[in-house]
T-cell receptor
Framework: NAGVTQTPKFRVLKTGQSMTLLCAQD?????MYWYRQDPGMGLRLIHY???????AKGEVPDGYNVSRLKKQNFLLGLESAAPSQTSVYFC???????????FGQGTRLTVV | EDKVVQSPLSLVVHEGDTVTLNCSYE??????LLWYKQEKKAPTFLFML????IEKKSGRLSSILDKKELFSILNITATQTGDSAVYLC?????????FGKGTRLHILP
């Protein structure tokens, strides 16, 4: 019963460092999403994918890149981390449009 | 621009009270309205609404959608301290899911 798994769960980065967050789902879902959550801001969509090999920009895409080379994996990259990217990051997946999205447990990222 | 607006942003009530949380949306190509509950970690799914006027119910929680007026409400009756959480409303639009800022609900014993 893995569902959606995010790696890592916690990370501290120095300003300017790069890193990749991995999201893996074992439900054969087509749609995958990356969100960030900051206090009082709800969940804001960073990037999303509607299928293997596709990506699209969400509400707050600047400073992030994504890739979906395999259907089950959705990677979120930070090329040059900034303190403004300190946040909790959630990955989610859904089987098709407009239905319940299943969430991973989140990654808490701190950029110092 | 697609957006989801929740109100109030914060609410404190006493155990046993009934609360109503509001969610309005402005979107193109609406598909569904989703409600989630978030405690310490990841959001957990409550309801999905696609048709106007049909109430969805689960125990003390219920929700309804008005597609003409572009809003939804989430009702919680006989609240308990375990209902304390952030309640998130989200819209399924086009090919993405957009969230509101959430309502932080605190239930006093």
């Amino acid at each position: 019963n893995a569902g959606v798994t995010q790696t890592p769960k916690f990370r501290v980065l120095k300003t300017g460092q790069s890193m990749t967050l991995l999201c893996a789902q074992d439900m054969n879902h087509e749609y995958m999403y990356w969100y960030r959550q900051d206090p009082g801001m709800g969940l804001r969509l960073i990037h999303y994918s509607v299928g293997e090999g596709t990506t699209a920009k969400g509400e707050v895409p600047d400073g992030y890149n994504v890739s979906r080379l395999k259907k089950q994996n959705f990677l979120l990259g930070l090329e040059s981390a900034a303190p403004s990217q300190t946040s909790v990051y959630f990955c989610a997946s859904s089987p098709f449009l407009g239905v319940e999205a299943f969430f991973g447990q989140g990654t808490r990222l701190t950029v110092v | 621009e697609d957006k989801v607006v929740q109100s109030p942003l914060s609410l404190v009530v006493h155990e046993g009270d009934t609360v109503t949380l509001n969610c309005s949306y402005e979107v193109t190509n609406f598909r569904s309205l989703l409600w989630y509950k978030q405690e310490k970690k990841a959001p957990t799914f409550l309801f999905m609404l696609t048709s106007s006027g049909i109430e969805k119910k689960s125990g003390r929680l219920s929700s309804i959608l008005d597609k003409k007026e572009l809003f939804s409400i989430l009702n919680i009756t006989a609240t308990q301290t375990g209902d304390s959480a952030v309640y998130l409303c989200a819209g399924g639009f086009d090919d993405k899911i957009i969230f509101g800022k959430g309502t932080r609900l605190h239930i006093l014993p």
